[in-house]
């Protein structure tokens, strides 16, 4: 683990990404020493500190840091959070902040291999997500709906959970983004008012406007999953994992999931 | 500073108080020694683990520690933050977990002298509370909400910010609870959607009802507060500060506002 480039597992206690949740983090799939995605996430970690009004660390010493962390995996994950830095008792941000980041490196997740090929059991999280227009989209350190979500089951054959806003909109898994395939059609939930807008969910739109599917980011609902031909979850360390079952409900992983998890595979290997 | 008993300002980078704000806090007011309403903060942070699934440390131990740390402080600010402890990448609670505490110590804040007397004034915070009943009353460390709206001013004669709901409630200030009187009757936000169930709100609740001032926790908006007699806000550290202007509406402190200065007075100095 580097802390602000120093070899250490210990941080001020001050920090207000302790204290309040205030700053942001990117995980990284690692593979054969690179992170991958890296310009993505370097674009998403800025924007974050943009709506937050921190000031963003440089993305060459970040860079610098990571690789150096990172040498010699052949596959793992990388972590980096940045926060406000240290500060004293109260809400307002200090000024002159100093923000902190923090990078550590963590063993590649032992998920059942078969996995992305046949498809996964999903369930619906009774955890809402609140809506907060300035919060959404971003990567921020204030996660206790995933907490309490992600707590909701420990059934090792449930590989995700989704979560609904208190509308009854799907939003997205705990730790993934949502995609349904509706008459070979890509849709996913648009995250203007709560969500994490994950740079696999960026990337899987990209890679299908490239490939002239056509794209959709729009609200969804419950029944949207019932007319669904295809449905799946997707982050930066799992990839793409077709959903098989989720409230009774069965899918078959079906050719524009296949399509997608083949371009993943080659723009993560290129 | 004391983390889980030891005099440390240092604390493991993996916290998940750090990685998700996934944990608690109290800050407490501090007079000869002494920390204040300990019976009903220590109450409100065991009713906080409860529903984080957090198990509470035990109080004798909180106490103890909080006896060594304030001992010998005239006048100052007891912040106990308890997290649930260290844990792997990922948002699912590790079992089992062994939570941290972190007490620390921190200066009387010096606000005007003539606040509490003279009253305040307050603005409205273009920040939204987002709603979720799973985590609606607790104290707990996901508090972006409150930085971004804290960051909205810097004009030191503006006390404090109020904050609405998505739908334009009145919810709280940032870091304190609000209280208005119309015709006599205290009315205050009920906090079953958003905000912190404040131990200084509480205790102003039980004191009114003592004291034979009719109470009502209900929802309340803007046109509230502009037929409310009185406005105030309070919480553990500052007591009560009346509000003078908000919105360009004037108010008065009055009877009611006097009286609960009065005997929150009375407790702390019992």
Known sequence: MLIDGKDSDQIAADDRGLLYGDGLFET???HSGEPQLWTQHMARLARGCVRLGIEPPSVDLLQAEARALCAGSARAVLKIIVTRGSGGRGYRPPAPALPRRILSLHPWPDHPAHWPQ??????????????NPRLAGLKHL????????????????????????????????????????????????????CGVA??????VLALAEQGGIACEVTALGLADLRSADELFVCNSVIGIWPVRRVQGMEFMPGSVTRRLQQAIGDAVDA
Chains 1, 2 share one sequence.
């Open 28 to 30: 990284l799939a690692v």
């Open 142 to 193: 204030n996660r206790l709906e995933q907490v309490l979500a992600r707590a909701e089951w420990d059934d090792p054959d449930i590989a995700e959970g989704l979560m609904l806003d208190a509308a009854g909109g799907l939003v997205e898994g705990t730790m993934s983004n949502l995609f349904l395939v509706q008459g070979g059609r890509l849709r996913t939930p648009a995250l203007e008012q």
């Open 118 to 131: 046949q498809g996964v059991n999903v369930r619906l999280c009774d955890t809402p997500l609140g809506a």
């Open 198 to 203: 994950g740079v696999m969910r960026g990337h």
